[in-house]
């Protein structure tokens, strides 16, 4: 399966603006060297990958809970992505995931195996070479 997204940018790198489009979900979202690298209110490609590594990740917890027999669960996975702007050239040097979960019945010790197992197993965690990708993570009480 392939999936494609399209960036466009205009202009200079500081003063120039870029559109992403991500034709499956029907997105047009601008990007910018502000909300990059300062404190502007565009998306930006980190914020983009935090996205892609917390869905995955979510979704790669949920089918191993799935693979348990659990029923009714739900899986919170936040991603915050550093780029190191200081260096030469810039790099994505960090990625901190907190998961928290519902997840009756699951013992917490068979969480965190279940959790270290989608540590290693993310589709899109793999993609991170050279980034240092931690997780923290908690299952939640359910009513």
């Known amino acids: 399966m392939s999936n494609q997204a399209t ?3 205009n202009g200079t790198l500081k003063e ?3 559109e992403l489009t991500l034709p499956k979900a029907n997105v047009q979202t601008a990007y910018d060297f502000q909300s990059r690298f300062e404190t502007g209110n565009t998306t930006n490609p980190e914020e983009l990958l935090a996205g892609a590594i917390s869905s995955c990740f979510s979704m790669y917890l949920s089918a191993l809970f799935t693979n348990e027999g659990l029923e009714n669960t ?3 996975t936040v991603a915050k992505v550093t780029l190191d702007a200081g260096q030469k050239p810039p790099k994505i040097t960090h990625i901190d995931l907190t998961v928290e979960a ?3 019945s699951l013992s917490t010790d068979r969480f965190n195996e279940l959790v270290q197992q989608t540590e290693a197993e993310c589709p ?3 993609l991170f070479t050279g980034a240092t990708v ?4 908690a299952i939640l009480a359910t009513n």
């Open 124 to 126: 899109v965690a793999n």
């Open 134 to 137: 931690t997780t923290s993570s």
């Open 16 to 18: 120039g603006a870029g």
């Open 7 to 9: 960036a466009i940018w």
């Open 74 to 76: 739900q899986v919170k």
């Open 102 to 104: 519902q997840a009756p």
